[in-house]
């Protein structure tokens, strides 16, 4: 689990959102590969065991391994995510986890895998997290997502995972996701931006003269 998104984590039981704090026993470079992730608020534990964050009790349901990956394919996942050198990272949900060994040969932007195939570990570049019934994760963070409509997540759930601008690609199966503007779709895939957010109204006060 790659150090820096560790602050996009969150606690999936119903309480007040808040950060997780993280206890590391075992670190490489910028990754936590064993250790503990800690609720603050109700003190739950999630354990993280070999890079991969456990937020669903071993009781994950995992996608299928898929057919093997051809670097065709990984380039033109990469294009449609637009994962050009830059700040933020991509989140891959269910069989889309199978492209991060190609991706990560391809582009620098760290990738969050939410229930990959068992054979998909982390690695350089690549986090794991494994989740039940509540998606783990602050919404608006990631500048990318690719959706898995199998996985159990609604595609309007793991689409608010992507910051204002950032790019949600799914299956040409799922429907569109409101919030979103379609900007391609072929027989496989659609790829849509989110819409930016309206910023809060601000109070405007006469000054005294």
Known sequence: M?????????????????????????????????GTLGCPICRAEYPIRGGVADFAGGAASRASPGAEVSPDEAMRLAALLDLTPGPGFAVL??????????????????????????????????????AGDVLPLASGKARAAAI??????????????????????????????????????????WVAERDAQPSAPVTLTARPR
């Open 2 to 34: 790659l150090i820096e998104l560790v602050d996009v984590l969150r606690c999936p039981r119903p309480h007040e959102e808040t950060w997780l704090v993280a206890s590391a026993d075992r670190t490489e470079r910028r990754r936590i590969v064993d």
């Open 93 to 130: 949900f269910g069989s889309w986890g199978r492209y991060a060994a190609e991706l990560t040969a391809l582009t620098p932007v760290p990738l969050l895998l939410v229930n990959p195939p068992e054979n998909v570990g982390a690695g350089d570049g690549v986090s794991v997290i494994l």
């Open 148 to 189: 898995d409509p199998a996985l159990g997540v609604p595609p309007a759930v793991a689409a608010d995972t992507v910051r204002a601008r950032g790019r949600v690609v799914a299956p040409s199966n799922v429907d569109p996701i409101q919030g979103t503007r379609e900007i391609a779709r072929d027989a496989r895939a």
